[in-house]
């Protein structure tokens, strides 16, 4: 059974940094392209950040403007997502989501078949 646990969220002042971790179980990440995702209250949700399986090449949405890291411990079934200079409209749920593809990767939350609970993150004064 795939199961993705996501982890790390919480309160952060404007400027601060968080680091969100997915851990996956029941299957094996080497294979699988993950991508972070988040949603907002009353928004749709939106593509942060996705890294291949293969060659571990590394995506972002233009707002992240090169604010987060993403990346990846195949040993550890792990992937993370390392968030600096947060900003006030960054608050939401993050979600790591996993998708069966070797090479692909993707941004469309439509694209991902597997996905965790979600971590909340807030910023604020």
């Known amino acids: 059974q795939v199961q993705l646990v996501e982890s790390g969220g919480g309160l952060v002042q404007p400027g601060g940094s968080l680091r969100l971790s997915c851990a996956a179980s029941?299957?094996?990440?080497?294979?699988?392209?993950i991508g972070w995702f988040r949603q907002a209250p009353g928004k749709e949700r939106e593509g942060v950040s996705c890294?291949?399986?293969?060659?571990?090449?590394?995506y972002y949405a233009d707002f992240v403007g090169g604010r987060f890291t993403i990346s990846r411990d195949n040993a550890n079934n792990m992937v993370s997502l390392q968030m600096n200079s947060l900003k006030p409209e960054d608050p939401a749920v993050y979600y790591c989501?996993?998708?069966?593809?070797?090479?692909?990767?993707?941004?469309?939350?439509?694209?991902?078949?597997?996905w965790g609970q979600g971590t909340q993150v807030t910023v604020s004064s």
């Open positions: 890294i291949s399986a293969s060659d571990g090449n590394t």
């Open positions: 989501a996993a998708e069966f593809s070797p090479t692909w990767c993707s941004l469309s939350s439509e694209d991902f078949g597997s």
């Open positions: 029941g299957f094996a990440l080497d294979y699988y392209a």
